[in-house]
């Protein structure tokens, strides 16, 4: 008969072979047996995680922490349960407090730094959505970057996408300038720059924040000017440039940068907290109606919303006595669109730089990967580069998947993330490569 002691030998053989089910089922005999130590018990708990039976296992977790507070596994294996517990509950909808208060409880374990920071991307990123800059710069600062791999992960289209380290740059960045810690972002924000050329977008807005969040507008504007002529502006790249703008005493300057980031299709909600701003600085410019419209869409669009109306905008309501508002959101949208039109006067040297065409790559050779037939695009991988996509309605020929062709590189809008990319276009067999 097998003692306890081998069935324990056993299930760990089987743990560490992947075979979770058949190891569990010994821990459990071992364990309701009265079997109990340390090494029985993490065992137990790492079946549970690895089987993803989330719920038993922070039970467990809990139970074992306070058995054995001294043992490294035990509490290597309650941590790693929380990571899971914490992730689980954040995709659940879990609000940021509920996740801040269970990344505490792990904390007062003193965990080792990988769940650590485990734990903290899973709670930086609803916090990053929520604004709730306190409890980012707090879980911030409790990553080790030493662990963080530099290198991002490769995306379908051959491209690389954001490394962990530079997720973490982006949120210390966004932590220090929302607790008014803007000057500590500025080198952070430069560093990232230089070391993630593909986020230049993302870090170039950071430093523009951080420069506009200790009051150097200048440097602000320079660097927004900057970003929006090397990529293809988000709307609220354009309307926090025309802040900036404003603070530096151009207000009709700023009306138009905010003007275009208005058209620029984005729905109206996301765009509800700039229309009041939008307001106030028609009223100092002395355009009134204009002033009224945008205040009294920005309350429509609350009310449809079912959010509630700000005091600020609440005052604004009365300053300009809008007692009701008997107009559509859509007909108020028509409204402030007649006066954003009214604010391009003259083509901005933002817009005619990207309505030009770019000169062209021509000629490069690289592997065409159609994917499923029933699939409108396809990409091309040229050796040793990031890869471009294209479109089969172009294609006026039929390439074998994965065969070598030749192919120019032009610009393309992608209209649903208001930017410009590149793409593949002209492609045409290589001389080996016969056409079907």
């Not at 984005?266 to 009134?288: A, S, T, W």
């Not at 050796?383 to 070598?404: H, V």
């Amino acid at each position: 008969m097998n003692t306890p002691e081998d069935r324990s030998r056993e299930a760990n053989e089987l743990r560490k072979t992947g075979r979770c089910n058949d190891a569990l089922e010994i821990y459990r005999e071992l364990w309701d047996g009265q079997y109990h130590n340390g090494y029985t018990a993490a065992g137990l708990l790492h079946c549970l995680r690895k089987l993803h039976r989330i719920n038993e296992a922070m039970t467990f977790a809990d139970e074992i922490a306070a058995r054995y507070p001294d043992l490294n596994w035990v509490n290597l294996e309650v941590a790693w349960a929380y990571v899971d517990y914490i992730k689980e509950i954040a995709e659940d909808g879990a609000s940021v407090p509920v996740l801040h208060a269970c990344g505490e409880r792990v904390l007062s374990r003193n965990p080792p730094p990988q769940p650590v920071n485990h734990i903290a991307f899973t709670i930086m990123k609803p916090a990053k959505d929520a604004k709730d800059w306190n409890t980012l710069a707090a879980w911030m600062s409790r990553v080790d970057p030493s662990l963080l791999s530099p290198a991002g992960m490769k995306l379908p289209d051959g491209k690389e996408g954001w490394s962990y380290l530079a997720r973490w740059y982006h949120y210390r960045n966004m932590g220090l300038i929302g607790t008014g810690r803007a000057q500590e972002a500025l080198p952070l924000c430069r560093e990232a720059i230089e070391k993630f050329p593909n986020q230049y977008k993302f870090f170039a807005y950071d430093l523009a924040r951080a420069y506009a969040g200790i009051g150097a507008y200048e440097k602000a504007a320079e660097t927004f000017d900057e970003l929006c002529r090397n990529v293809r502006p988000d709307f609220y790249h354009l309307f926090d440039y025309g802040k900036v703008v404003h603070q530096l005493g151009r207000p009709e300057e700023a009306l138009g940068l905010m003007a275009r980031a208005a058209k620029a299709g984005q729905r109206p909600e996301f765009m509800v907290g700039y229309f009041m701003d939008m307001g106030d600085i028609f009223k100092q410019v002395g355009r009134l109606d204009a002033a009224r419209d945008h205040y009294t869409l920005a309350t429509a669009l609350r009310m449809r919303n079912s959010w509630s109306i700000p005091a600020e905008l609440q005052q604004r309501l009365d300053e300009n006595a809008i007692a009701s508002i008997e107009d559509s959101v859509e007909e108020l949208t028509y409204r402030c669109s007649r006066h954003w039109s009214d604010c391009e006067t003259e083509p901005s040297p933002i817009t005619t730089q990207y309505e030009r065409e770019k000169p062209l790559e021509e000629g490069i050779t690289g592997t065409i990967y159609l994917g499923h037939p029933e699939r409108e695009y396809f990409f091309i991988n040229p050796p040793g580069t990031d890869g471009y996509i294209g479109f089969k309605n172009e294609l006026t020929w039929a390439p074998e998947d994965r065969s070598q062709v030749v192919f120019d590189v032009v610009p393309s809008f992608n209209r649903k993330k208001n930017e410009w990319a590149a793409k593949a276009a002209n492609v045409r067999p290589t001389d080996n490569t016969p056409a079907k």
